[in-house]
């Protein structure tokens, strides 16, 4: 049995993670400030965390010290994190406060009380400026937006870490994950899980640009497993977390309504600028945000090699995109109307 950390526990990938470990007998310590993460993602049929997650904020040194030389771990997936990429774009301080020093404070932590390996979860957004398809993990062209940097300094961190302390580190770069759990009621939700909540209230979805941009997704427990095989691995890796396949934006609606009922539902579709104009923040001040930027980042193609990840690890994904996208509806229908019940 081993002792596992998870930060960022009660998110959508952290808890499920915590919930696959659990199922596996391993010894949990589970942390979240519940600025993004959720109850609900730690309620599961045969268990509930809910009274085990300890509310604390990886800004927070001194507490993060404590607790790692209280528990010694031997594994921490470090999975916190400020992601959506308006809040990030918004406010850029508290962004690099959580993103970077926080995992710095993971880093430093567990440099001083001897963690075993630390799994840093970082993102396929680091590779917005990468024009080689499909990307591979030692050819990234430095990002622009504020979310993807951070990430990719994190990374740096990480790897310095790896470097002049020996110690073992991952960091595992997420394509666009979906599944069970994921976030259907913010703001500004995934594009799955965005679809499921318009198609289940029978509006019409609005997509931004024409639709024709394709992305990589996978599915949760793919990327789950491999967060379980990772751990083999010593030194200072970086590995892709993918299904090597895209899907159009369009193609990804279309899945959605027809397994929803909802084809006849087409969508609207409006200027790829409109994504942000949620936020009036990024048009003030001397120098605006750049619209050439905003543009690109919502048509961009991402497409992700997963090579290393079967060459070192024996990962491949299992869960095709129609099991995948029916099991994310079964559940967040179930959030939508648990929701709507209680008002």
Known sequence: MS??????????????????????G???????????????????EKHDFRAEVIR?????IDAI????????FDY?????????????????SEAVEVNVMGTVNILEAGRRYGAGKIIFASTSAVYENTEKFPSLEDEVVPPSLIYPNTKYTAECYCRAYADVYGMNITCMRFANVYGPHLDCLRTQPPVVG???REFYYDRKPILHS????????????????????VRQGTGFDIVNVSINEVISINELTEVVAELMGKAHLKPDYTDSGNYWKKYPELYEGVYRISERALDHEVTKYTRLSNQHAWERYGWKPRTDLRTGIQNTID????VIRERDKKG
Not at 9 to 16: K, R, V, Y
């Open 56 to 60: 604390m904020d990886i800004r927070d």
């Open 210 to 229: 024409n639709g024709t941009q394709k992305r990589d997704f996978v599915y949760v427990e793919d990327l789950v497993d491999l967060c379980l095989r």
């Open 331 to 334: 559940f967040s229908v179930r």
């Open 3 to 24: 002792k596992v950390l998870i930060t960022g526990a009660a998110g959508f990938i952290g808890s499920q993670l915590a919930y696959k470990l659990w199922t596996d």
């Open 65 to 72: 010290n404590r607790l790692f030389e209280k528990e010694q």
């Open 194 to 196: 965005y679809l499921i």
């Open 26 to 44: 391993d010894d949990l310590v589970l942390i979240d400030n519940f600025s993004y993460g959720s109850e609900d993602n730690l309620i599961f």
């Open 76 to 92: 921490v997936y470090h999975i916190a994190a400020i992601t959506p990429l308006p809040d990030c774009q918004t406010n850029p």
